[in-house]
Nanobody, 114 residues
Framework: VQLQASGGGLAQAGGSLRLSCAAS????????LAWYRQAPGKQRELVAI???????NYATSVKGRFTISRDNAKNVLYLQMNSLKPEDTALYYC?????????WGQGTQVTVSS
């Protein structure tokens, strides 16, 4: 499946952004869908993940501020980001995971100013 992430941009600290990840095919069959991010000079890290039963888990740094969700009818994955902090600045990637394979979107830039 091909993934197209969008919704990134510039936000002020304390603001909100919603990322979307549109899939070219059905997302219902994936074991999990996830958002990762990579800041300059840092390794890519898992931000949030949601499984086929809609159970979600979050990185400690975003828990309580970010919400991951999925719309299987539209084949779209979302990441609602509230109370943004400058340290949330990164390139955000969506990913679709099956046993043995992982597909990636192209990334969308999020920049949070203080």
């Amino acid at each position: 499946v091909q993934l197209q992430a969008s919704g990134g941009g510039l936000a002020q600290a304390g603001g909100s952004l919603r990322l979307s990840c549109a899939a070219s095919g059905s997302i219902a069959g994936f074991n999990a869908l996830a958002w990762y991010r990579q800041a300059p000079g840092k390794q890519r890290e898992l931000v949030a993940i949601i499984n086929h039963a809609d159970d979600a888990n979050y990185a400690t740094s975003v828990k309580g501020r970010f919400t991951i969700s999925r719309d299987n009818a539209k084949n779209v994955l979302y990441l609602q980001m509230n109370s943004l902090k400058p340290e949330d600045t990164a390139l955000y990637y969506c990913s679709a995971i099956r046993i043995g394979t992982q597909d990636w979107g192209q990334g969308t830039q999020v920049t949070v100013s203080s």
